[in-house]
């Protein structure tokens, strides 16, 4: 089992900064992709970001130039960089991490962040 713990959420400015942090606990050998999904209110939740333990990223398209993610393996913790905050990016985000052999993905509990116009 591996546990995840977030927090960095907040409220913030259209244009401001936040980061958030994501903490892994337990079976961290059976972990490899981590990253950060995020979902609105009866909508999918979709992918923000992911990195793999050697360090390789995938954004998606709306983030790409504004938000970066990067982690450190020896504190089991990823983090995502968000820059210039959009109203639009305002929602719930969860940190993920995937075991690669069974596929099975672990979820925080979700952390809010919330931009103002």
């Known amino acids: 089992q591996v546990q995840l713990v977030e927090s960095g959420g907040g409220l913030v400015q259209a244009g401001g900064s936040l980061r958030l942090s994501c903490a892994a606990s337990?079976?961290?050998?059976?972990?490899?992709?981590m990253g950060w999904y995020r979902q609105g209110p009866g909508k999918q939740r979709e992918l923000v970001a992911t990195?793999?333990?050697?360090?390789?990223?995938v954004y998606a398209d709306s983030v790409k130039g504004r938000f970066t993610i990067s982690r450190d393996n020896a504190k089991n913790t990823v983090y995502l960089q968000m820059n210039s905050l959009k109203p639009e990016d305002t929602t719930v985000y969860y940190c993920?991490?995937?075991?690669?052999?069974?596929?099975?993905?672990?979820w925080g509990q979700g952390t809010q962040v919330t931009v103002s116009s």
């Open positions: 993920n991490a995937e075991n690669p052999w069974t596929h099975y993905n672990y």
């Open positions: 990195i793999t333990s050697d360090g390789s990223t």
């Open positions: 337990g079976s961290i050998s059976s972990i490899n992709r």
